[in-house]
């Protein structure tokens, strides 16, 4: 998401919260959940801890701030009862600053399956919002067409982004355009190699053993804003946790249809067998832990019994 996105919501952002806590004040829950963007749910756990003081707060799920200005870390501590980490190496990165964490694993974790026989697809993943669509879309597409014209091309997207997604394939010949999480599911698992944006789909292929090129741009100013910000290597998760070069990361200048059309072909040369390599260790090292939502409701249910036994009922 661009700066401009971001500026655009932050009217709903501020009504949102207040709803929230006139939902918390209505209905006095012994604790609130709140779940990844922090720009909604900072606000909110801070209001609620001066409003609310009994009530325990947990987050789900810790803030990527080991990637990108890590001293607001600080901000957070003494105001969840607990972050719940997805990633095995967070919980050293909070310690720092002392705020309490669990690792609960990734919900991705037995989503998908690994050993699938592929099909000779190529998936082609533009993210999950318009003005992504708008941008990668047609850069996937012509890349797609040029690594390989014959190749079926499938286009994973959600129903609300269905009618731009039609109006920019233009009735191309090969490709099919999916929605629901059942036929996501048997695409990612299928497909034989896949140009994706980068965020949790990187995750999803992973598990799913899919080799992948992954790309990215956005507008001149947040890209400026990002490569001041940015203390990590990589962008894609899978690198990231394997802190290794294992996808490639095209992002930005070098995000052109030349270029990622030379990375699939580089996967069908062999990246490919090395990528799924390094997958099955990144799968052995997420499955850690085998039930993440359990391991979640629990962690919710001891703080719940900490705030009660600390206000002695």
């Known amino acids: 998401m661009g700066i401009w996105d971001v500026l655009g919501k932050i009217r709903a952002g501020k009504k949102l919260v207040d709803d929230l806590l006139a939902y918390v004040r209505q209905h006095q829950p012994d604790a609130v959940v709140t779940i990844d963007s922090m720009a909604i749910n900072g606000p909110l756990a801070r209001r609620l801890r001066r409003q609310h003081p009994n009530c325990a707060l947990v987050h789900y799920a810790a803030p990527k701030l080991w990637a990108w200005?890590?001293?607001?870390?600080?901000?957070?501590?003494?105001?969840?009862?607990q972050l719940l980490c997805l990633f095995p190496f967070e919980g050293k990165f909070f310690d720092q600053y002392q705020i309490p964490t669990s690792f609960v694993g990734h919900p991705v974790v037995g989503r998908f399956e690994a050993n699938r026989p592929k099909d000779g697809s190529l998936l082609?993943?533009?993210?999950?919002?318009?003005?992504e669509i708008r941008r990668l879309l047609p850069i996937f597409l012509q890349a797609s067409r040029d690594h390989d014209p014959l190749a079926e091309r499938v286009i994973v997207t959600l129903a609300r982004h269905l009618e731009l997604v039609n109006g920019l394939v233009g009735g191309q010949p090969n490709i099919r355009i999916l929605t629901?999480?059942?036929?996501?599911?048997?695409?990612?698992?299928?497909?034989?190699?896949?140009?994706?944006?980068?965020?949790?789909?990187?995750?999803?292929?992973?598990?799913?053993?899919?080799?992948?090129?992954?790309?990215?741009?956005?507008?001149?100013?947040?890209?400026?804003?990002?490569?001041?910000?940015?203390?990590?290597?990589?962008?894609?998760?899978?690198?990231?946790?394997?802190?290794?070069?294992?996808?490639?990361?095209?992002?930005?200048?070098?995000?052109?249809?030349?270029?990622?059309?030379?990375?699939?072909?580089?996967?069908?040369?062999?990246?490919?067998?090395?990528?799924?390599?390094?997958?099955?260790?990144?799968?052995?090292?997420?499955?850690?832990?085998e039930n993440p939502a359990a391991l979640a409701a629990g962690q919710v249910a001891s703080a719940i019994d900490h705030q009660r036994l600390s206000m002695g009922t």
Not at 69 to 81: E, V
Not at 124 to 131: F, I, Y
């Open 180 to 289: 629901s999480d059942h036929d996501k599911k048997r695409a990612y698992e299928q497909a034989s190699l896949a140009l994706a944006a980068s965020g949790t789909v990187t995750l999803e292929l992973a598990m799913a053993n899919t080799p992948m090129v992954v790309a990215y741009r956005v507008d001149h100013l947040s890209a400026m804003i990002a490569r001041r910000l940015l203390l990590v290597r990589y962008v894609s998760l899978v690198n990231l946790i394997l802190d290794k070069d294992v996808v490639p990361e095209l992002l930005q200048e070098q995000c052109t249809t030349e270029n990622l059309s030379d990375a699939l072909s580089r996967l069908k040369m062999g990246d490919g067998i090395n990528q799924q390599e390094e997958f099955a260790k990144l799968r052995l090292l997420l499955r850690e832990k």
């Open 69 to 81: 200005r890590p001293g607001r870390a600080k901000k957070l501590r003494g105001l969840f009862d």
């Open 124 to 131: 082609l993943l533009p993210g999950s919002r318009a003005n």
